[in-house]
Nanobody, 118 residues
Framework: AQLVESGGGLVQPGGSLRLSCAASGFMFSQYTMSWYRQAPGKERELVASISKDSGITNIADSVKGRFTISRDNTKETVNLQMNSLKPEDTAMYYC????????????WGQGTQVTVSS
């Protein structure tokens, strides 16, 4: 099983980025999926999650109104659209599966770096 993030980079404040996470090797469509981030010297925090049928999404208060999570089960991808980026959004962003049943497993991607700076 594998999760591979992409789309990170350097962006100016107020800019946008779209992160993608490609899943393989597990039953992606049966998992709630999430995005986490970790800034230097800080704990890893949950940014957003999306249910397996996209019916339920949860967005952290710190990014609400600026970030949107989506998924495509046919392509086995989960995306994070980030708008109006701020310097405090600078972090390593990780894709993660959400374990909700005994048969499911906790998968993490390797992360993609987002740096917001002028």
């Amino acid at each position: 099983a594998q999760l591979v993030e992409s789309g990170g980079g350097l962006v100016q404040p107020g800019g946008s980025l779209r992160l993608s996470c490609a899943a393989s090797g597990f039953m992606f469509s049966q998992y709630t999926m999430s995005w986490y981030r970790q800034a230097p010297g800080k704990e890893r925090e949950l940014v957003a999650s999306i249910s397996k049928d996209s019916g339920i999404t949860n967005i952290a208060d710190s990014v609400k109104g600026r970030f949107t999570i989506s998924r495509d089960n046919t392509k086995e991808t989960v995306n994070l659209q980030m708008n109006s980026l701020k310097p405090e959004d600078t972090a390593m962003y990780y894709c993660r599966s959400v374990v909700q049943a005994a048969w499911q497993r906790d998968y993490w991607g390797q992360g993609t770096q987002v740096t917001v700076s002028s």
